[in-house]
Structures are given as C-alpha cells and as structure tokens.
C-alpha cells in the first residue's frame, strides 16, 4: 500500500475491545443462564424451602447444636400473671408461657434475637407489643440464660411450639431451634387455675472476664 492509497486514521477502521472484557462478559452471561436455569427447575415448595431457616428440633431438657450455639431449654411453666421483677407485673385473659434457655455462644458474643411462638392452633406469634426476649450479654464458650414469655390463648397452649434464632432481622438460611413446649391439656388447666405468677424476669448477667454470674456468691 502507497502512501497515496493509505487509509487515514479512524476511517473505516474498526477499533476491538480489550480480550479480557469480553471474556469477563461472556462468563457473567453464563453465570446469569445458569443461575436461570437453577431457579427455574426448582418446585413451588422447593422455592419455598429455599427462603426458609433450618428448623433444628429439639425438646425441654435436651440440647440441640446450632450453627451459632449450643442451646438447652432448661424449663417451661405458665400462669395468668407475669412477674418481671423490679417491673409492675401483668394480668392475661388467658396464659403467660414462661421458657427459660441456657445458651452457650461458639461463634461469637451475638445474643438470641428471635422469637415466635407457634401455637396449638398453627398461629405464629412475634415477639413486641407484651411478649418479650430478656437474654443475658452473652460471652463465647461460656454458658448463660434467656427468659422468652409469650401471652397464649387458654384454648391455643396446649401443642406450642417455641422458635428461637440469633438474628432479629433476617432468619433465612440459618439454624433455628424448633422447641417443643411438651404443653398438655394438663398443664393448661393447671396454670389456669394458679393464683401465684410465673417468674418472667430477666436472667442473671455474666462477668465476661470470669465467666461468673452476677447473681453467684
């Protein structure tokens, strides 16, 4: 090619994008493909189980390993009034049920945020409102407690489950403790008819540098 019949800069010439993005374009769009067809072989239960925590069951007095924790429900007990301690305590139309935990930290010092309880009757009760959480500053390796009191219907107690997790926001994908209250008609009608109130008031802090609780000798 003559100087004469030269092409001139920019004129006709094609300019090729870098080798590497193009690459990393072509592996995002097969990513994204495949992540496609991952969601859309999945079932309508499978996507639902997907958006689910992994319920761990566990009953009173056993202890179940969670991803977080080890955690024992050391006992369950129920009445009309609530004591909270140094608070004023509180009347129910119909049972305070009363779960206490030892909870032993091996991640790391995040306390118990979540609560429900999932009545005799499949309704799903939250935590706010009366219903409370009262854990203890949790240290790592080191046991302490949590009191969980949530207001049931009378009619409802009996078949109650109580779920409990570390996060109070988002819950999907980790372990949660699925506990079986062991609540029969039995104890309904006897917590019915107490007059005295189950204790509902906060657990005992720990020392973080022994491991003692605040309320030892």
């Known amino acids: 090619m003559t100087a004469d019949t030269a092409e001139a800069p920019g004129a006709g010439s094609r300019t090729r994008p870098p080798l590497g993005r193009g690459l990393l374009t072509l592996v995002l769009v097969v990513a994204?493909?495949?992540?496609?067809?991952?969601?859309?072989?999945?079932?309508?239960?499978?996507?639902?189980?997907f958006g689910r925590p992994f319920l761990r069951p566990?009953?009173?007095?056993?202890?179940?390993?969670?991803?977080?924790?080890?955690l024992t429900p050391r006992s369950v007990d129920g009445a009309p009034v609530l004591d909270r301690g140094a608070d004023a305590p509180m009347q129910s139309p119909g049972l305070w049920v009363v779960t206490r935990l030892?909870?032993?930290?091996?991640?790391?010092?995040?306390?118990?945020?979540?609560?429900?309880?999932?009545?005799?009757r499949g309704r799903e009760l939250t935590l706010g409102g009366r219903n409370e959480l009262?854990?203890?500053?949790?240290?790592?390796?080191?046991?302490?407690?949590?009191?969980?009191?949530?207001?049931?219907?009378?009619?409802?107690?009996?078949?109650?489950h109580l779920r409990v997790a570390r996060s109070g926001r988002e819950v999907r994908g980790d372990d949660m403790a699925d506990i079986d209250l062991g609540i029969g008609a039995d104890e309904v009608r006897?917590?019915?008819a107490r007059t005295d109130r189950v204790d509902g008031s906060a657990?005992?802090?720990?020392?973080?540098?022994?491991g003692a609780r605040a309320d030892a000798s």
Do not use: K, M, N, Q
Not at 34 to 49: C, F, I, N, P, Y
Not at 102 to 120: K, Q, Y
Not at 138 to 146: K, L, Y
């Open 32 to 49: 994204a493909l495949a992540a496609g067809r991952v969601v859309d072989s999945l079932t309508a239960d499978e996507r639902v189980v």
């Open 58 to 70: 566990v009953s009173v007095g056993e202890t179940v390993t969670l991803r977080y924790a080890e």
């Open 102 to 120: 030892s909870v032993t930290p091996t991640l790391d010092a995040e306390p118990l945020r979540h609560a429900t309880l999932v009545d005799g």
């Open 134 to 160: 009262l854990c203890a500053a949790p240290v790592p390796g080191v046991e302490s407690e949590c009191v969980v009191s949530f207001e049931v219907a009378i009619a409802a107690a009996a078949g109650s």
């Open 190 to 192: 006897r917590w019915a």
């Open 203 to 210: 657990p005992p802090e720990i020392e973080p540098t022994t």
